[in-house]
């Protein structure tokens, strides 16, 4: 599969972005999807992920209550709402699919297979 993240950019504190992330090639809803980043000098960390039916997400406690991942399997695309950002946010945001056959979602970088090329998000304060 392969991945394609948008919709990074210079937004306010406070402000809101959605990005999103298209999938071509394999079956897109065979895969859990995950986002992380990472901020200049950082680890690539977890933000969250989603399930193949998009029943059921799972976020870095960082950004719980502000961020919501949501899905649309019909449209091969995953999405990342990010509201209330904070300086702490900015950072080049990945998207990545894990295509095992597992059932629990996971923070773990080596446990998903593809991943996009990122996109930029800088949020000013």
């Known amino acids: 599969v392969q991945l394609q993240a948008s919709g990074g950019g210079l937004v306010q504190a406070g402000g809101s972005l959605r990005l999103s992330c298209a999938a071509s090639?394999?079956?897109?809803?065979?895969?859990?999807m995950g986002w992380f980043r990472q901020a200049p000098g950082k680890e690539r960390e977890f933000v969250g992920a989603?399930?193949?039916?998009?029943?059921?997400?799972s976020y870095a406690d960082s950004v719980k209550g502000r961020f919501t991942i949501s899905r649309d399997n019909a449209k091969n695309t995953v999405y990342l709402q990010m509201d209330s950002l904070k300086p702490e946010d900015t950072a080049v945001y990945y998207c990545?699919?894990?295509?095992?056959?597992?059932?629990?979602?996971?923070?773990?970088?080596?446990?998903?297979?593809?991943w996009g090329q990122g996109t930029k998000v800088t949020v000013s304060s």
């Open positions: 090639g394999r079956t897109f809803s065979r895969y859990i």
């Open positions: 989603i399930i193949r039916s998009g029943a059921s997400t």
């Open positions: 990545a699919a894990d295509g095992s056959a597992r059932t629990v979602l996971s923070g773990i970088r080596s446990r998903y297979d593809y």
